[in-house]
Structure formats: structure tokens, C-alpha cells
DNA sequence: GACGAATGCTAAATCATTTTAGCCAAATCG
DNA sequence: CGATTTGGCTAAAATGATTTAGCATTCGTC
């Protein structure tokens, strides 16, 4: 690490200044324009040095202002999502942004799209966000309950969307509350399980403890106790191994499992694998489709949720509706996700 | 779609010149500032609804320099890579691009770092990347042939670091040539596999290519015969599928696979399941780790590659010693990428 | 009816950079 | 030796937005 970037920073001008040139010499040769601006090599070489010596960095948004070319808009968009979340759903939200993005553009209208990531629980450290002067609109998600604090909160200062999540005051795009939480039960159940159980991770999204409770609520109405409840650390399938393998070493009993995130899933499929359970004659086991090759896993997992094509597909437009200006009032859209039953939950006869 | 944005963009002043008031009174109504600034409701009013009807757009770069805090330095950093790369990848090295960045963020120096993608083989088309006014430095990875010649072509003019492929000029880091390739058909031939066959995608990055290449070499040298080919459209497993059986249907042969892509791989598996072929027993496959969930599939994938913790390792400290103004020579660096022999290989008898 | 305060704005500076027009001295040419 | 060219630079404008200081009015009060 080299100690010199802790000195301040240093402008064109203080280069200038320092060498006894103008600033538009020391700007010639950091373009490798010194010969057509005819600027001597034994000038250039002394710049090149001072740049180097000062460490110079260059001031993108002076460079970007002054190559803007007049009457042109150019919109800043960003997915945010969390460093933790898993990145499927995130790649095809941007590739619909982009996609919308280039049906939009113009002559005279550009757009640029990225995705930046934010430490879960921590989004309010994320610079720039509360200034007005980087994004033009951005599309949040997978945040914590502390994220969604900060955003209840804070009030951005730009137009966004916010997936996954209801916060008062944004426009949020989400799937009808304690439907997967529902249906999972009731998919377990109707395969004929007696002793249903849910694994989740320790830290939850507001959709997933909404599906965890929901889940609880519908096995205890219709069996009259609750599930069990097995927490992982985090959501890889070695989480789920560890804690799977503690739940039955325990004692624990589980004829259905319902697993919040595909990966869990799989982490369970290995478990039960290993103690010669069979899936579903043993154990039946439900996840949500956040993961592409759920239907190729042995044997197909059936998986509810994974509605989020459509909630991009609803996301998107709700962002270019506000850009183009539009003073809608914030409202919430809710989103049905698609049930796939696969041979994981087949009915025991 | 409005057709508003095809008029050209305005600025403050022209919205304030068009209300004949300044354009102060203009920026104080935008950051809602109108009631400190004693801008009274009525002439407010006429400024709120002049931009709305010429669809302002606030310059970011304009609002960035004038909040610009003197002695400080912003770098821009970017990953490029391609729509329809894979992802885990490139959160990862996303990850230890922002870790690296953190630590060395000081009072003076802060970092923005964003994922951005562009279509396979259409690099060039990306706004921006020959301009000197949005990078400070870019990791690039996922290139098409036609992205790497354009690359070698154009000469970025901001630091940066290829991954997983050789461009003169360039900084980058890649495999070792013809390891994977040579080791895939290695562990193949050593599984006892008479009839090697390798599956591949239509589009295929450098470091694919070399890949198979390698993997025909080794296999034609060993068993004076060459592997057959199978070529899929996309790199999903039921592009796997669909080439696969066709594959089958026309009485092709084959008791071991060479899948450059995991997810192809798991779409092998499910077409030999089908077919009543086991793994390994009638036939061993061998996957490139470029997916976590390799070591949980049924049964578990032996895989090489994967090296990209190790590439994305050393990448990112080759760029951050480009940023720090080294004048170095650009180099490569070679990794030799792990292998995990699994079930799927393993010996017959 | 004079003074102070409130109201409603504007002019100009500032942020960092690039480029255009042009200045002055030295060299070359006729 | 005067005119022209070349070399080596600089001053200043321009890019778009925000903020600070301040200028006119009008209003209220004694």
C-alpha cells in the first residue's frame, strides 16, 4: 500500500503552478497532445514527472463536463443489490434495464447502466447515495431490515424502485404477501408429510422471514403444531449441511423440508443423500426458483417464487415512468409467483 | 414510449432564460430549496412546471464537479464482462476489487466500483470505453475473439486488466495454455474412457478455445483418433440437452464427456440419466468449475479451472499498481488452475 | 415619514478540465 | 534587412450546476 495517496489530492492548475507552466501545457501532454500543441520534450518530460511525482489523479466529472456535448441527456441508472444476494436475479434485471435503456435512446439520450453492491444491513454507508449528483435512478435490492430502515428514512433524492420489499414512499414491486410461505406449506402437506420443517438463513430479507412466518402459520393451522425451524449460518450449501446434520443428530424429525433459497436446497438434497432418506419417498422438499438449474437437480426440485422476471419486468417501466417525470404517487405492485411441481414433492401414494 | 426524449436536452439556464428569471432561482426550486432562498410560490410554481414541459435532465457530471470537495481523489473502477457470461465470477472478483479498494480508501481518496456489461463479441459498441472521461481503470473479462481484436486495435487510454485472455499490450491474466484442455482429456483417458467427446458452446471466448483445442491434441495423441465434438447453441443446460440427443440420434458414442461449461454439464447429466447411462460407470464427465454447486450435483462433478479466485487475486493488485501510476511494462501472468477429481471420474474397475 | 426588516430575486464565483485563438521570440527566406 | 514562418508556449472561454453575497423593493412600526 503505497502511503503517497494519503497526501491530497492534486488539480491540473497545482502541477501548473508548481512547474511555472500553464495548465494547459500540463493537460497537452497528459492527452499525448505535447507535439501538436508544441510543447518542447524537455517541458513534457518535466511534466510527466511532476505528474508522476504528485501523484496525479484525474477528475472524471471536470473531464466529463467538458466533453459534454450540448443538448444531450445522459441518465445514470444502478441496480443495487447486496454483496451476499446471489447475482442470477440481478444479471437479468439489468439485461431488461439495458434492453429498455437502448429502446430508449436517441439522438440526443444515452444511458449508462451498472451494478454496484452494498455490505447487507450496511446500504446506508454506500457513498453517494443521499446525494443528488451521481444517480439518475436506481433499482434496489435484496436489502436487510436495517437497509430498508435507512431508506424508510432517508428519502432518496432520485427516482427508484425498490424489489422485494414494501417501504412507505417508494414505489416497490413485490410478490403477494404469505403466498410462498402459504403454498410451500400446503405443496409439503399434500405430498403427505407429518413432519414438515423450514431451513432459512440467519440473516433474512423482509420476503423471507414473510415467507418463513407464513409458512409457520399455515402448518400450525392445519396440524395443529408448529414446524420445525432449522437456521443456517449463511446460505451456501454447506450451511445448510452443517445445520441439517446438527437438526437430525438432535433428535429432530423431518419428512418435508421447505428451503428458502435453492441453495439450501441443495446443501439438503447431500444431507439426505447421505442418510440414505430418499427424496421425495422419505423426505419431500420444496425450495423458491432462485436458481436456474433447480430442474435439473436429481430429482427436479419443485420450487415456488422465482417470480422475478415479472417483478423486473414490472420494475423496470416503474423506473422510466418516474424518470420521464411523472408525479405519480409511490404504490406497491404486487406479483403472483409461478408454482413449479417437480418430482421432489411427488405425492407418496 | 415518449417521444418527449427525442428533443434535445436543456439545460438550467436555457429553462431559466425561456422563464425570463436566473438560473439560480431555477437550481434552488430543483433541490427543493425554494423557501430558504425566498423564491416565492408563484414564480416556484412556474419553474416546476417549465421542467417538467421541457423534460429537464440534470448533467451529473456538472452537479459532480460543483459538490467536488478540493484535494480529493475518486477513482472510477469498473468490471466489464459480458451478458451472457456467468456471474459468480465476476462477484467475485467484484468482491475483492471493493475489499482492496476499502483498504486503501483514505481521507483524500475514495473509490466507486460498478459491474457494467456489454454483448458478447460487441465490446466496441460500449459508450465510453475509448473516452478518457469515465475510467480510471477497468478489469475486462468474458471477451469474444472480436472484442479481444478490438482491444488490441484500440488501445484503452486508462489502465487495465484482461482476464483469461492474451492481448498485446494488455495486462492479463490467464490459465496456463492448454492445461485445462490437456488435463481434462487426461482424467478422462485415466477413467478407462474409450469414446471421449468434448461439449462446447457456438461462442467461444480465447480461453475456450484453447481449451478444446487442447483437449483434441491430447486425446488424438493418446488414441490416435479424434474426440467427437459436440457443439451446443447456448451454454444452459437444455442447449445440452437438445445437442446431446441429437448427438445420440444420430448413433453417436461416447463414455466420456468433456464439458467446458458446468451448467452444460449438468444438462449431460440429465440426458444420460435418461438414457439409463450411469456416472461414471457407463460414462465419466468432467466439468470447469465455474460453479459452486459442482461438488453437489448427483453425483458430485470432478472439475478443473475454476482458477478464478487465484486470477481475479493477482488482477486486481496488477491494477491498483497501474493506478498508482507504475510505468511497467505490460505483462502476463500465468495460473495453474486447480482440479478436483470427484465421483464423476472416478475409475472403473 | 424614516428606519429596520422582510421579501424576492440576481450576479458572479467556483468546481477541474480541454481547446481555441493568439502572443512573442527565434529562425528562415528572399 | 524586412517579411514570413516556426517553435513554444499562455490566456481565456466553455462545459452545467450550486451557493454566497448582495441589490432592490415593499411592508410594518414608532
Redesign the interface.
Known sequence: ??T????????IHEIAQHLGVSSAAVSSVL?NRQVERRISDATAKRIREA??KL?Y????????????R???????L?ILTS?EAP??L??QA??TL?AEAD??S?????H??????FHAGRLSEK??LL??????GVIITNTLPADDAFLAKARLPFPAVVLGRRIPGYFCVLEVPDFVGRRSAEVLLDAGCKNPAVIHGQLLTQATSERVSAFQRTIRARRKQPPAIIVSEGL??HNAIVALDEFFAGGGRCDGLFAVTD?LA??A??VF?QRNLSIPGDVAVVGVGDH??AE???PPLSTLAGANDAMVSEAVPLLFHQL??S?DRPREILVVPPVYLRESTQRRH
Chains 1, 2 share one sequence.
Open positions: 500500500m503505497k503517497s495517496e494519503n497526501r491530497p489530492a492534486v488539480t492527452s505528474i508522476q501523484g489523479v484525474p477528475n472524471m466529472a471536470g473531464r466529463r463536463l467538458r466533453s459534454h450540448p443538448a444531450t441527456r445522459e441518465f445514470n444502478a454483496f447475482l442470477p440481478v444479471a439489468l439485461h439495458q429502446a430508449r436517441t439522438q440526443h439520450t444515452r449508462a447502466i451498472a451494478i454496484e453492491m457513498p453517494g446525494d443528488a449528483d451521481r444517480y439518475h451456501q450449501p441453495s441443495v446443501g438434497y447431500r443423500q436456474e438449474l435439473f437437480f436429481t420521464e417525470g408525479s
